[in-house]
């Protein structure tokens, strides 16, 4: 890595993270589509994700200068046994480092960390819009295509959120 991203160190997440953690998902909640949840978790809930997260799957941070500006983790796609190669990721970054590569560096590791378990599909569900607006431009599909991911499935109206239906898009990744 060369650049401002050989500033940033990976490492796995842990509960103390919670605070940090829910600073930089508070903005997807409150000001976009890109979280279908409409209200900010507390930090005692991030903090029972991340270890429920952590008991089976990777959970990465990024910091830069000793401040977390990103994470990543996986969780299983289903709970029934043969799922178990199958798992669902998220990957939020700060705002003022989008386009860094931070998200690039969370989700190479994550996808390292999910290889070396024996995960063979890697998702993500991501909302999409037909039309960008203020809450959803679709940077999230674009980054993931870049990434080596694949369109799996398209479900429409699925999320409203800010009295506009959102439709989520299936991207997978064999690794």
């Known amino acids: 890595m060369q650049g401002k991203e050989s500033e940033v160190a ?24 890109i979280t279908f949840e ?3 978790p507390s930090v005692d809930e991030f903090r029972d ?5 952590l008991s089976g799957h990777p ?3 990024a910091e830069r200068g000793g401040r977390i500006v990103g994470y990543a983790y996986a969780s299983q796609l289903k709970s029934r046994a043969a799922y ?3 798992v669902e990721t998220s990957i939020y ?11 690039e560096a969370l989700l190479r590791e994550l996808e390292a960390r999910l290889r070396a378990q024996g995960v063979v599909c890697i ?15 679709n940077a999230s599909m674009r980054f993931h295509e870049r990434m080596g991911y694949r369109l799996a499935g398209h479900l429409h109206r699925c999320g409203l959120k800010f009295g506009r239906w959102y439709d989520i898009v299936w991207m997978e990744k064999l690794v």
């Open 93 to 103: 970054v700060e705002r003022d480092e989008r386009g860094s590569g931070v998200g």
């Open 59 to 61: 959970y990465v941070v």
């Open 49 to 53: 994700r991340i270890v429920r997260v």
């Open 123 to 137: 998702c993500a569900c991501i909302s999409y819009t037909q039309v960008s607006d203020p809450y959803l431009t």
């Open 10 to 33: 990976l490492r796995t997440a842990a509960a103390s993270d919670a605070e940090a953690l829910v600073g930089i998902y508070a903005p997807y909640v409150r000001e976009t589509a």
């Open 84 to 86: 178990r190669h199958a």
């Open 38 to 40: 409409y209200e900010v």
